[in-house]
């Protein structure tokens, strides 16, 4: 099971990586309410939570009848892909293995500091729905997410069109992980549970990304014997588009083990 990030669907996502998985005989790329081409029943761009973003991925596994799978999870993806596995987890008590490419909520270890750093996504949000600016939007949340990435003309205008194709799909998506962050600081074990019910978990980031984010995924990986985190040089928030071979490479290397 392969889930994408925020705004971007997972073939566009995906797509570059899949040439190079050889351990499955199967792959699942859905595409999340909101971006790609899902929709909503109405038609209508609607606003979405993690909750509701898991349980459609619970009905898809149990639609297809997958009761053993690993998940490869990217961004928003990546605390779907946490929240379903603990939602498995309590359900039959069987935890997945998974990838996770700088996953939502676990970019910070303070949760204020998180919570603070997830209204930037709010601004972003906002100022797609309210302003109709869809390029401004975009650029506040790269601004927040990469504020570090190496800002090439090419590549910021490749990532502009990835995340306008839905803008509005894009936006709800980012106020998702943010009300998750911020029902996180009344909860703050609420991230820890999801952790402490995970089994086996690579981990990546990009070398580019926040030094909060590398240090906080360093202390997770060091406190659990069954993670393990991966940096990648020359990478940004961006990193299943800029190294999708080398991504692969190491997660059949890690899956092998």
């Given at each position: 099971?392969?889930?994408?990030?925020?705004?971007v669907?997972?073939?566009?996502?995906?797509?570059?990586?899949l040439?190079?998985?050889?351990?499955?005989?199967?792959?699942?790329?859905?595409?999340?309410?909101g971006?790609?081409?899902?929709?909503?029943y109405?038609?209508?761009?609607?606003?979405?939570?993690?909750?509701?973003?898991?349980?459609?991925?619970?009905?898809?596994?149990?639609?297809?009848?997958?009761?053993?799978?690993?998940?490869?999870?990217?961004?928003?993806?990546?605390?779907?892909?946490?929240?379903?596995?603990?939602?498995?987890?309590?359900?039959n008590?069987?935890?997945?293995?998974?990838?996770?490419?700088?996953?939502?909520?676990?970019?910070?270890?303070?949760?204020?500091?998180?919570?603070?750093?997830?209204?930037?996504?709010?601004?972003?949000?906002?100022?797609?729905?309210?302003t109709?600016?869809?390029?401004?939007?975009?650029?506040?949340?790269?601004?927040?997410?990469?504020?570090?990435?190496?800002?090439?003309?090419?590549?910021?205008?490749?990532?502009?069109?990835?995340?306008?194709?839905r803008p509005?799909?894009?936006?709800?998506?980012?106020?998702?992980?943010?009300?998750?962050?911020?029902?996180?600081?009344?909860?703050?074990?609420?991230?820890?549970?999801?952790?402490?019910?995970?089994?086996?978990?690579?981990?990546?980031?990009?070398?580019?990304?926040?030094?909060?984010?590398?240090e906080?995924?360093?202390?997770?990986?060091?406190?659990r014997?069954?993670?393990?985190?991966i940096?990648?040089?020359?990478c940004?928030?961006?990193?299943?588009f800029?190294?999708?071979?080398q991504?692969?490479?190491?997660?059949?290397?890690?899956?092998?083990?």
């Amino acid at each position: 099971m392969l889930l994408h990030g925020a705004g971007v669907a997972g073939e566009l996502t995906y797509g570059p990586m899949l040439e190079h998985l050889s351990y499955w005989r199967w792959l699942l790329i859905p595409d999340l309410t909101g971006m790609g081409q899902s929709y909503h029943y109405t038609k209508q761009e609607t606003p979405v939570t993690i909750d509701s973003l898991t349980r459609e991925i619970q009905c898809l596994i149990e639609n297809v009848s997958w009761q053993q799978f690993d998940i490869i999870g990217y961004s928003l993806g990546g605390l779907v892909a946490l929240n379903l596995n603990a939602w498995l987890v309590q359900e039959n008590g069987v935890a997945h293995r998974m990838m996770l490419m700088e996953p939502a909520s676990l970019d910070r270890a303070c949760v204020n500091t998180l919570a603070d750093v997830r209204q930037r996504y709010r601004l972003a949000s906002q100022t797609i729905r309210e302003t109709g600016d869809v390029e401004l939007g975009v650029a506040h949340f790269m601004d927040g997410v990469s504020p570090n990435r190496r800002k090439h003309p090419v590549a910021e205008a490749t990532t502009q069109s990835r995340l306008a194709h839905r803008p509005i799909g894009f936006s709800y998506a980012l106020d998702a992980v943010t009300d998750w962050v911020e029902a996180m600081t009344k909860a703050p074990n609420k991230r820890d549970v999801l952790i402490d019910l995970t089994d086996q978990v690579l981990l990546f980031s990009g070398a580019l990304s926040h030094t909060l984010l590398i240090e906080h995924y360093d202390e997770v990986a060091q406190a659990r014997d069954d993670w393990q985190h991966i940096t990648l040089t020359g990478c940004d928030h961006s990193l299943p588009f800029q190294k999708p071979r080398q991504i692969a490479k190491y997660i059949n290397q890690w899956l092998i083990k």
